[in-house]
C-alpha cells in the first residue's frame, strides 16, 4: 500500500449510507460485507474511529491485531483503518478500487 487509502475511501464518490438492520457491531459488519459481496466486489478495507476499531477488536473474535503500513489489523478479506473523521456511529467498508465504498449508521441510541 504506496499510498493513505484512507482519504479516497472517505472522499470516494461511489460511497452509499446504509443503516444497518441488526442492534450490535458484528451485525453491521456482516451486513457490510454482505451487501458488498452481493455486488461482486471484496471487501478490502474498514474504515473507523479509534473507539470502533477497539469495539470490533473487543467484539469480533476473527480481528486480529496486525500493524503494517497505514493499517493496525485485519478482519477476514479486509484490512482495518482508524480515522478520526469518523463519528462514533459509523463504519465504512470498500473494495480495493474504492468503486464500492458503504457508509454504514451502527444504529446506535
Not at 460485507?33 to 473507539?51: C, G, L, P, Q
Not at 477497539?54 to 478479506?77: H, V
Request: proline share 4%.
Amino acid at each position: 500500500m504506496d499510498k493513505n487509502i484512507i482519504p479516497e475511501i472517505i472522499y470516494a464518490k461511489a460511497k452509499n449510507s446504509l443503516k444497518s438492520p441488526g442492534t450490535t457491531l458484528s451485525d453491521a459488519i456482516n451486513f457490510g460485507f454482505s451487501y458488498i459481496e452481493h455486488k461482486d466486489h471484496i471487501v478490502e478495507y474498514i474504515v473507523a474511529n479509534k473507539r470502533i476499531m477497539k469495539r470490533i477488536f473487543g467484539e469480533i473474535p476473527d480481528s486480529e491485531i496486525n500493524p503494517e503500513y497505514k493499517t493496525i489489523g485485519d478482519l477476514w478479506t479486509a484490512k482495518l483503518c482508524i480515522s478520526d473523521k469518523l463519528s462514533d456511529k459509523q463504519i465504512l467498508l470498500s473494495n480495493s478500487e474504492f468503486s464500492i465504498v458503504i457508509d454504514i449508521d451502527l444504529n446506535q441510541n
